[in-house]
């Protein structure tokens, strides 16, 4: 079992920057992998970012590409989505979630799941 708990929401202007914390307990693995989702209401969660516990290898959705940053921090159990140059279309609950499958890139291998902090953009 993994547990994570998600925290750094809230609500920002156009242009500003926020930073996510999800901090992970339980048994991670080397191969274990931590993404980042968000959700609008009626839609499909999407998979922003991704990476690798061990060796640090990321995945970015082009959507968020250049503009997201993920990172990890493994004395603190911790991973960071770095959001800068936020735009309304940004607000959404964001989630961070752990799989350990291959396959960090495909959002529907992901396991455990936190329980989501809203990140509201105003224009």
């Known amino acids: 079992q993994v547990q994570l708990v998600e925290s750094g929401g809230g609500l920002v202007q156009a242009g500003d920057s926020l930073r996510l914390s999800c901090v992970i307990s339980?048994?991670?693995?080397?191969?274990?992998?931590i993404g980042w989702f968000r959700q609008v209401p009626g839609k499909d969660r999407d998979l922003l970012a991704a990476?690798?516990?061990?060796?640090?290898?990321?995945y970015y959705a082009d959507s968020v590409k250049g503009r997201f940053t993920i990172s990890r921090d493994n004395a603190k159990n911790t991973v960071l989505l770095q959001m800068n140059v936020l735009r309304p279309e940004d607000t959404a609950v964001y989630y961070c979630?752990?799989?350990?499958?291959?396959?960090?890139?495909?959002?529907?291998?992901?396991?455990?799941w936190g329980q989501g902090t809203q990140v509201t953009v105003s224009s």
């Open positions: 990476i690798r516990w061990s060796g640090g290898g990321t």
């Open positions: 339980g048994r991670i693995f080397s191969g274990t992998a």
């Open positions: 979630a752990a799989t350990n499958s291959l396959q960090a890139d495909n959002r529907r291998v992901y396991d455990y």
